[in-house]
């Protein structure tokens, strides 16, 4: 089965520094999303990437947060000046159409990012 | 977006078979129902989609009531490793640029 690919799978980081998170799509998936879930708390939406742009992002991904796909196969998510409050689990995730009915949407791993 | 209600914690045991009922009142006529399964530390799952009546994969079932205004997700002889957390979500199975809307879902413990 395809699985979408995270690395690392484990950051610290200290607060104010850059981190950057990547993510190995699903080949022939055309939507890509970033997810975040802190720890005891739900798994929060934010942002989708299509055609080489943002679609849609929540309120939680600020002017901090970037996103790329520098190159056919990786998607990135950047946090500019990490704070102790983006300590979380982030999540990938790819699908075929924006939600195959078949297979959903796939999620990777995550990496779990702590900012001390 | 309808909103979503399921219990917050469920209890059973290896071999017997695990029902999760979801209510979604509000459901529009274009949504479709998607359950996922989080295990501790790893991203969600998707289990099973459907719109109305039955739908069967290999690992459970969903039955959704004409009115569709609930689902529930049936898990057949479940073991040990079943325990996790489940979530019920509504939404437009194109999904498309709209991100999935996550509630606290199921946590689900299966003792031997």
């Known amino acids: 089965e395809p699985e979408v690919t995270q690395t690392p799978s484990h950051q610290v980081t200290q607060m104010g520094q850059e981190v950057i998170l990547r993510c190995v799509p699903i080949?022939?998936?055309?939507?890509f999303y970033w997810y975040r879930q802190i720890l005891g708390q739900k798994v929060e939406f934010l942002v989708s990437f299509y055609n080489n742009e943002i679609s849609e992002k929540s309120e939680i991904f600020d002017d901090q947060f970037s996103v790329e796909r520098p190159d056919g196969s990786n998607f990135t998510l950047k946090i500019r000046s990490t704070k102790l409050e983006d300590s979380a689990m982030y999540f990938c995730?790819?699908?075929?159409?924006?939600?195959?009915?078949?297979?959903?949407?796939?999620f990777g791993s995550g990496t779990r990012l702590t900012v001390v | 977006l309808a909103k979503t209600t399921q219990p917050i914690s469920m209890d059973s045991y290896e071999g017997q078979e695990v029902n999760i009922t979801c209510s979604h009142n509000?459901?529009?006529?274009?949504?479709?129902i998607t359950w996922y399964q989080q295990f501790p530390s790893q991203g969600p799952r998707f289990i099973i989609q459907?719109?109305?009546t039955k739908v069967t994969n290999e690992v459970a079932s969903l039955f959704i009531p004409a009115d569709r205004k609930s689902s529930t997700l049936s898990l057949p002889r479940v073991s040990l490793s079943d325990t996790a957390v489940y979530y019920c979500?509504?939404?437009?199975?194109?999904?498309?640029?709209?991100?999935?809307?996550f509630g606290k879902g199921t946590h689900l413990i299966i003792q031997p």
């Open positions: 995730a790819s699908s075929a159409t924006g939600g195959d009915v078949t297979y959903g949407y796939t």
């Open positions: 509000n459901i529009a006529t274009n949504d479709y």
């Open positions: 080949s022939n998936h055309l939507y």
């Open positions: 979500l509504v939404g437009d199975a194109g999904g498309g640029a709209d991100g999935l809307t």
């Open positions: 459907g719109y109305k």
